[in-house]
């Protein structure tokens, strides 16, 4: 690959509807080549499924694409609302048709419960202009509350976790790997337990781009703290900087 150029992808065996691109850089700050960075964050499908205003931020993003106004798409969390205070919300469905059962049927549901919300995900990013988007820029992820269940790893919710919570959390951890880990890191999905940590940080030429966890680790990791950082965070910050 060569720096500035852009470059069109096409799949084999999968009927594509959609015209998928991705454009290099050199990384050099440098007047004329500075790269064009766009930080999304929040997206609930069911209020813009619909729309087709460029009031959306999807839609603008969309419209920018034409000319060549963005480079890379950083999402700081909410990529997707499985959990709301609707009742409709995927984990409100699925909290009423497994939690009637006994535990045995829970984890003979796994596959469904996270096929559930591979569908979530689906949607989504399937909204037309969603999809043209990252569809033609490179994405870096990380997940907030709402890709797991409202308040997760929260300071006020630490030590409030349901039966059913925890059981949830188990299977949008797998499917948050699956769709939005995986566009830096390749994951040894059959075995999660050996991943560590959440955060992740990029070196790109002239400049270094770190992502934060304030959720996964409070849950996943035992940093039980109030600090946006913790210990581990902390370190992993400090070796990037140095």
Same mark, same amino acid.
């Given at each position: 690959?060569?720096?500035g150029?852009?470059?069109?992808?096409?799949?084999?065996?999968?009927?594509?509807?959609?015209?998928?691109?991705?454009?290099?850089?050199?990384?050099?700050?440098?007047?004329?080549?500075?790269?064009?960075?766009?930080?999304?964050?929040?997206?609930?499908?069911?209020?813009n499924?619909?729309?087709t205003?460029?009031?959306?931020?999807?839609?603008?993003l969309?419209?920018?694409?034409?000319?060549?106004?963005?480079? !890379?798409?950083?999402? $700081?969390g909410?990529? =997707?609302? #499985?959990?709301?205070?609707? %009742?409709? &919300?995927?984990? /409100?469905?699925?909290?009423?048709?497994?939690?009637?059962?006994?535990?045995?049927?829970?984890?003979?549901?796994?596959?469904?419960?996270?096929?559930?919300?591979?569908?979530?995900?689906?949607?989504?990013?399937?909204?037309?202009?969603?999809?043209?988007?990252?569809?033609?820029?490179?994405?870096?992820?990380?997940?907030?509350?709402?890709?797991?269940?409202?308040?997760?790893?929260?300071v006020?919710?630490?030590?409030?976790?349901?039966?059913?919570?925890?059981?949830?959390?188990?299977?949008?951890?797998?499917?948050?790997?699956? !769709?939005?880990?995986? $566009?830096?890191?390749? =994951?040894? #999905?059959?075995?999660?337990s %050996?991943? &560590?940590?959440? /955060?992740?940080?990029?070196?790109?030429?002239?400049?270094g781009?770190?992502?934060?966890?304030?959720?996964?680790?409070?849950?996943?990791?035992?940093?039980?703290?109030?600090?946006?950082?913790?210990?581990?965070?902390?370190?992993?910050?400090?070796?990037?900087?140095?």
């Open positions: 690959l060569q720096s150029v852009k470059y069109n992808v096409s799949i084999r065996g999968v009927d594509c509807t959609v015209e998928s691109s991705f454009r290099t850089f050199s990384g050099r700050l440098k007047e004329g080549n500075s790269p064009k960075i766009v930080a999304i964050s929040g997206n609930d499908i069911s209020l499924k619909y729309s205003s460029r009031e959306d931020l999807w839609n603008d969309a419209y920018r694409l034409g000319s060549e106004q963005i480079d !890379y798409l950083l999402h $700081l909410c990529q =997707v609302c #499985l959990s709301s205070k609707s %009742k409709h &919300s995927v984990y /409100h469905r699925m909290e009423t048709k497994i939690t009637s059962h006994p535990f045995d049927f829970w984890y003979k549901s796994i596959e469904t419960v996270r096929e559930e919300i591979r569908k979530e995900y689906r949607l989504t990013w399937g909204h037309p202009c969603a999809r043209k988007v990252l569809a033609n820029v490179p994405s870096l992820m990380i997940a907030g509350e709402h890709e797991i269940h409202r308040c997760f790893g929260s006020e919710g630490e030590n409030k976790e349901s039966p059913w919570n925890f059981f949830w959390s188990q299977q949008a951890r797998v499917v948050y790997y699956e !769709y939005q880990r995986q $566009l830096w890191e390749d =994951v040894a #999905l059959e075995d999660i %050996k991943i &560590s940590a959440d /955060h992740h940080s990029h070196v790109l030429g002239d400049f781009i770190f992502f934060l966890d304030t959720r996964m680790m409070r849950k996943w990791y035992n940093e039980s703290t109030t600090s946006h950082f913790g210990v581990n965070q902390w370190q992993s910050l400090e070796s990037a900087l140095s």
